[in-house]
Structure formats: C-alpha cells, structure tokens
C-alpha cells in the first residue's frame, strides 16, 4: 500500500537541504489515520509528526545499544498509546528557544521527560544533580552550546547530546 507522500529534508551545518517526495510502502493505515489525526490535532503536517517519531525512535535506539533495554518496553507502550492519540510514555518536545536555563525545580515541577532540540544555548543549573538529569532528560539534539555544572559525570552528559556545537561543564 503506498501511502500520502509527505516532504522530508536534512540539516547539514546548520542549512536545511532541499526536501523531496519520499513514498511508503506497507504502513498500517490504522496507524497512519492516528498519526494524521494527530498531526491535525497539533496543527502541523504528517510529515513533521514522522520526522519526530522516527528522530525519537533513532534516540531511543541509540540508547537501547548501549544496555538500556527496559526503554523497549517503554517503546512498545508509547507505540500502543499513539494509536489511541495519548502518549504519556514519550518524552515532550522542547524546542525553538534562543537561550535557557533548566533548574532541578523546573524539571521536577513540570514531572515529565523532555527532548530538549533545536536550542542555540542551554545551561543546565548547578542544582541538576545526575538522577534528575537521568530521570527528566531524554535527549538533548542539535544545540550550538550546552553547559552542565562539574557535579554532572562527562559520560552522563554526553549520552545524553546527539549532534551538539559545543558541551562545556562549569
């Protein structure tokens, strides 16, 4: 079954190439159907709601390789949750802000993993201890510049970014 063509590009340093038509073959049309709801819902295209799925499933992969199995299940649910158009389980987007700084009360009070994306400089606070960072931050993707306070282990850190400028610790 091929299913709506929907329009795709990359960003290469910083310059979103040209999109193109890409056809799916084989897609559940249930699924489809709650994704294009969905995206109706949100205000925005399929395309953008496959994008983020996909770029979400790569994160979390990357995450399953290195020994992090139970996240599988948690895929599985969110998959399960998307078809009814409710997914408590995947980690809410945080995007498209010049500068931030989160604070250890900012991630407990909003209660819920983010993907942080798409943010030219992010300061995590001093106050962020390791087990907020684990239990609040999925992802952090496509930042020019991220900071952590030294009580944060570098390899934490850096499992944490996907294509970032710059990660310094203070």
């Known amino acids: ?13 910083g310059v ?6 890409v056809t799916i073959r084989g897609l559940n049309p249930e699924l489809y159907n709650s994704v294009a709801e969905l995206s109706r819902r949100l205000g925005i295209s399929i395309g953008e709601v496959m994008n983020e799925a996909m770029k ?15 996240l ?25 802000v010049e500068e931030v700084e989160l604070s250890r009360e900012d991630f ?4 819920r993993r983010v993907l942080i994306t798409d943010i030219k ?9 390791e087990g907020t960072l684990e239990k609040y931050v999925a992802v952090i993707r496509n930042c020019d ?11 934490l ?3 944490k970014c996907r294509n970032v400028g710059k990660v310094s610790f203070y």
């Open 1 to 13: 079954m091929t299913e709506g063509n929907e329009r795709v590009g990359r960003r290469v340093e």
């Open 72 to 96: 599988m299940e948690g895929i599985r649910s969110a998959g399960k949750a998307l078809g009814e158009g409710i997914s408590n389980l995947a980690p809410i987007p945080i995007s498209g």
């Open 145 to 155: 510049e991220v900071s952590f306070p030294r009580s944060i282990s570098k390899l």
């Open 56 to 70: 979400l499933l790569l994160d979390v992969r990357g995450e399953l390789m290195t020994g992090l199995s139970p």
């Open 157 to 159: 850190a850096l499992s």
């Open 121 to 129: 400089r992010l300061v995590i606070s001093q106050d962020v201890d």
């Open 16 to 21: 979103v190439e040209p999109l193109k038509d």
């Open 108 to 111: 407990e009070r909003f209660g």
